[in-house]
Nanobody
Framework: QVQLVESGGGLVQPGGSLRLSCAAS????????MGWYRQAPGKQRELVAT??????TNYRDSVKGRFTISRDYARNTSLQMNSLKPEDTAVYYC??????????????WGQGTQVTVSS
């Protein structure tokens, strides 16, 4: 079983910064993509940023230039969020997909961490 544990959420004023971290553990052979999604009240979960094992990144347009995703040691990912706006307020979820062993894929989610941007 693959587990993802997030940390780093909180309350910040508009224009401030936060850094989210996510660590994967369990029986993992390889991780292909790690990423961050968010869900605001009354809205669908949406992609924020992803990074492949090869280092390719993908960001939603509204966070480009403000958020930066990174990966360490293949099993950890972080999301540096700068110039935060009230519309960034949401529960942020870490996601990872890959394989437990050859022929056995996984797609796991963390429990979520609240990010609130407010004065």
């Amino acid at each position: 079983q693959v587990q993802l544990v997030e940390s780093g959420g909180g309350l910040v004023q508009p224009g401030g910064s936060l850094r989210l971290s996510c660590a994967a553990s369990g029986s993992i052979n390889s991780i292909n993509v790690m990423g961050w999604y968010r869900q605001a009240p009354g809205k669908q979960r949406e992609l924020v940023a992803t990074m492949t094992s090869g280092g390719s990144t993908n960001y939603r347009d509204s966070v480009k230039g403000r958020f930066t995703i990174s990966r360490d040691y293949a099993r950890n990912t972080s999301l540096q969020m700068n110039s935060l706006k009230p519309e960034d307020t949401a529960v942020y979820y870490c996601n990872a997909n890959g394989r437990v062993r050859i022929g056995v894929p996984f797609d796991s989610w963390g429990q979520g961490t609240q990010v609130t941007v407010s004065s």
